[in-house]
């Protein structure tokens, strides 16, 4: 049975900041606009900021429908499973909104990532979620699955862009719009400060 939470705080966040991986959904208003589901890992690229607040950075990739589902309607939802230990499963239900790398948030919502090298990733935005309801359930069908590490692959591939190429590249995999038409990421990005 699950339980519904009113902060993110204790054994909750413990859980939370322990996974390795998470995964977003999100949708258009359109009831036959395309539903999203992403995967999300990267050690230190999620961060709590308040017992409501949660933070991911959002790297380049083959398309943006998750920010253009934010920048239309900005429902979401987040989802960590327990591969390891005990089974559990949190989703958190809320607003996110994408930060560009021209808002004037932008450089202090980078400091809550101080492990990560933004420069390696090609770096699009920072997607801030408040939460409407954090639930969780018991997560008994989820497999046990081991870490081995995070993959390495992303950072050598977008480490080489500067951001002349990578709105270059941005544009060629036309993520200034959604599949179903709707405002991406806009382009070309803002100069990168880091």
Sequence with gaps: MGKTYERIDGRLRTFIEEQPLFFTATAPLSADGTVNLSPKGLKGSFAILDELTLAYLDFAGS????????RENGRITLMWCAFQGPPNIVRVHGRGEAVFRDDPRFEELLGHFPDIDPSLHGLRAIVVV???VIRDSCGYAVPLMTYDEDRDLHARRFAREDDD???????KRQIA???DGLPGVPLPLPPSSV
Excluded: C, I, M, Q
């Design 165 to 171: 190429s990578l709105s270059a590249y941005f544009a």
């Design 177 to 179: 719009n959604s599949l």
């Design 130 to 132: 408040r939460a409407d």
């Design 63 to 70: 398309n943006a429908e998750t920010v253009a589902h934010l």
